[in-house]
Nanobody, 123 residues
Framework: QARLVESGGGLVQAGGSLRLSCAAS????????MGWFRQAPGKAREFVAA????????NYSDSVKGRFTIPRDNAKNTLHLQMNSLKPEDTAVYSC????????????????WGQGTQVTVSS
């Protein structure tokens, strides 16, 4: 059974940084695109960032471009989200996901989802 588990969330002040991790188990995702999504209270799930199977292509939402990066380590079957210059509007539950194919930027393109980790940015 494939499983994705996020970690690294927490409370941080505006302007601070956090690094989220997503550990995959049960199968390797080295041939799959991976991504991060977030959902704030009362809002729909939102695409944050995606990376293709070998890390050569990345895609970011306009709201995080220039502040977040999405490195992956295929040897460790791990995905990260480095979040810098955090803003209160970044507050949400962040979930990682594994795509059906080599790259995806919309949620229907993903088949495996983690449970999420809470990120709270105080002003």
């Amino acid at each position: 059974q494939a499983r994705l588990v996020e970690s690294g969330g927490g409370l941080v002040q505006a302007g601070g940084s956090l690094r989220l991790s997503c550990a995959a188990s049960g199968r390797m995702f080295i041939n799959n695109g991976m991504g991060w999504f977030r959902q704030a209270p009362g809002k729909a799930r939102e695409f944050v960032a995606a990376i293709n199977w070998n890390g050569g292509i990345t895609n970011y939402s306009d709201s995080v471009k220039g502040r977040f990066t999405i490195p992956r380590d295929n040897a460790k079957n791990t995905l990260h989200l480095q979040m810098n210059s955090l803003k209160p509007e970044d507050t949400a539950v962040y979930s990682c996901a594994a795509a059906r194919g080599t790259m995806a930027t919309v949620s229907p393109g993903y088949t495996y989802w983690g449970q999420g980790t809470q990120v709270t940015v105080s002003s």
